[in-house]
């Protein structure tokens, strides 16, 4: 383990790499109460086809999130009611790109710990009991496809991809996840639970050394191969579908309006670049204080649930924006406006600054957050850098960087328009 300083926000980070291929990150917070732990795998639910020794493998819609669920179980029982009642805070989720892991308690932290380390890797799965969660997860999909939200986002991934599996829901569909067996489980989890394909991010009052310690001892020494994952034929970036609509039992139109940016997005600090740059043009187009949104919301085009995103998800690089409007179409065909105005004339130098410092002090809020500092240590690590170099690429993009990915990125006509409306009643 070693120290590097940050002194321009007060922190300091410990990292390290296991000898079998963990890397490990902590944040020591001395004095702090709460202990927060978490253990990311760098596997999530649009991996579904991967290559390892040589042989490709397809595994059914929701594999990552049914196996998810499943790493709680040890023989001994659930690792999620020990943890309770050590009065720990744990839980899990799946999202498209990896699995994470987490714990957060006052004490009894380096029981909690071994006990993490010890349950995400043990795979331990009975016939009878992945019968009976797939009874749970089953609900839980039909449960989500009633939700305007769900529905929507699903939708701007079909409209965005022909075939990329983001246009499948994490969880899967109730046909696919019938598929899933104990066997399916098992080779997923040797797959990609390898040590070095995984994440420990720790902050709070706690020995650096310490946590290393205990993951050598729990994981051992010895490497395993991870899979690589396969996301298909790479597709072009014009969406698969202009538009898309559904209606639902929702009082206002809701709105997706995407593209995207790149489908085989580099890594390391050259994603760090033009991830930094495509945020801060967002931003700076888009954000609470644009003269974009500030009109329409005057006006009442849009609600006060706009948002705008972009991000980097399974190999690829998006742009989002939407909420709640009265006229989606009408505020799509203004987006697009908004994007041709800006290419053509750059962006507004004080506006850029103005985005400049409001994405900092964005990242500085995740620095008192230890869930959210946790899960960005891990989700910068799977890119191939680390989360406070975020800092220093805020301080060294230019507003001709940011201009450039307006003009390269955010075409208007790559933007795909996903809509849920109301149900017209009789």
């Known amino acids: 383990m070693r120290a590097i300083e940050y002194p321009g926000v007060g922190d300091t980070l410990w990292t390290g790499e296991l000898a079998n291929g963990l890397a490990v990150y902590v944040v020591p917070r001395p004095g702090f109460r709460k202990k927060h732990a978490s253990l990311a795998v760098n596997y999530g639910g649009a991996m579904r086809a991967y290559t390892l020794g040589g042989e490709r493998h ?9 196996l998810e669920h499943k790493m709680f179980d040890l023989p001994e029982g659930s690792a999620l009611d020990i943890l309770t009642r050590r009065g720990a805070e744990a839980n899990a989720y799946t999202s498209a790109g990896r699995t994470e892991y987490y714990f957060e308690c006052g004490e009894r932290f380096d029981e909690n710990l071994e006990l993490l380390l010890k349950f995400v890797s043990t795979p331990y799965f009975t016939p009878e009991s992945v019968e009976k969660e797939r009874g749970i997860i089953a609900q839980e999909i039909l449960m989500t496809e009633d939700d305007p939200s769900f529905a929507l986002y699903t939708a701007a991934m079909g409209a965005l991809f022909e075939r990329h599996p983001l246009r499948e829901s994490v969880a899967g569909t109730v046909e696919s996840i019938a598929e899933i067996t ?20 720790v902050c709070g009052d706690v020995e650096p050394e310490a946590v290393a310690e205990t993951a050598a001892r ?3 020494d010895a490497k395993a191969p991870a899979a690589e994952a396969d996301f298909g034929e790479p597709e072009g970036l014009a969406p698969h579908a202009s538009r898309v609509s559904r209606e639902m039992d929702v009082s206002d139109p809701m709105f997706i309006c995407a593209a995207k940016l790149s489908c085989a997005l580099p890594r390391g600090d050259s994603a760090l670049r033009l991830t930094t740059a495509g945020s801060l043009a967002a931003r700076c187009l888009f954000g609470a204080g644009s003269d974009f949104y500030t009109s329409l919301y005057a006006s009442g085009e849009l609600r006060s649930d706009f948002f705008r995103d972009v991000s980097p998800m399974a190999g ?14 009408a505020v799509c065909d203004k987006i697009r406006a908004e994007l041709s105005r800006a290419a053509e004339a750059g962006l507004d130098p004080d506006a850029f600054e103005r985005a400049r410092r409001a994405d900092y002090g964005a990242m500085l809020r995740t620095l008192g957050s230890p869930d959210g500092l946790c899960s960005s240590l891990a989700a910068a690590h799977f890119g191939g850098w680390s989360f406070y170099e975020g800092f220093g690429a805020l301080e060294r993009v230019t507003k001709a960087e940011a201009d450039e990915f307006v003009r390269e990125y955010l075409r208007p006509e790559r933007l795909a328009l996903a809509l849920v409306t109301p149900k017209e009643r009789t």
Do not use: I, K, Q
């Open 58 to 66: 397809e595994t059914p819609a929701g594999t990552a999130h049914f």
């Open 182 to 201: 104990p066997e399916v489980l098992y080779d997923c989890h040797r797959a990609f639970y390898a040590p070095g394909n995984m994440a420990l991010t």
């Open 218 to 220: 729990v994981l051992g």
């Open 316 to 329: 690829t690089l998006l742009f989002e924006c939407g909420g709640t409007a009265s006229d989606p179409d």
